[in-house]
């Protein structure tokens, strides 16, 4: 008992470490059982054989020149789109645009070296109503599509390079030509920039 005649001394003190204890016991065994969870499954980071995943070197795909091989007028008559600007021009990417707001057409390549296509195809599945799978001139890859836009990637090895077909919203007097119609100009550059590459 202490001097003021209540509980003996130090029992306060043992209830407040009383939960505390078996929180640190609770998160030592919660931890024990997450890391007895692993089974050594494609997620760890031990190192994979070459037949396992590896699709080739990057840089092994053939070399898709400036802008997939096409010119702005080979855009502006496969899209029907008059009056294109070349705003984008490097390496790895070419964009083309009707005016400076950003609000109609646009139009893209990309050119990714050493990148997975499975990885920009995930991406393409969260933000499009559809995405299949499709092949041009033999070569396989995916195509995603939504109201007013078409995006077509194409696997060469551990490279790959991506069509990106958008209308925009519609200016005064013009309608969006249809999904079809899109997908189609997609498929069409994506055939050239095949065609050209070297």
Known sequence: MDSRGGKPTGTGLRRGRAPLRYVVVLLVAVMLVLT??????????????ETESAPGKAGEG??????GGVTTDDVARV??????????????????VTSQDQLG?????????????????????????????I???????????????????????????????????????????SDDDICAAAKTLSAQSIENAS
């Open 36 to 49: 007895g969870c692993t089974d050594g499954g494609p997620n760890d980071d031990s190192p994979t054989t």
């Open 62 to 67: 053939p070399f898709f020149g400036e802008c």
């Open 79 to 96: 899209t029907k789109v008059a009056g294109l600007t070349n705003t984008v021009n490097n390496p790895s990417v070419c964009e083309w």
């Open 105 to 133: 057409p646009q139009f893209s390549f990309n050119w990714y070296r050493g990148s997975p296509i499975g990885r920009e195809r995930a991406t393409i599945q969260l933000s499009r109503d559809s995405v299949e799978d």
């Open 135 to 177: 092949t041009i001139d033999g070569h396989s890859g995916f195509m995603g599509s939504s109201t007013g836009i078409c995006e077509i990637g194409i696997a060469f090895g551990a490279d790959f390079f991506e069509w990106s077909i958008s209308y925009g919203l519609p200016e005064d007097g013009q309608s969006t030509p």
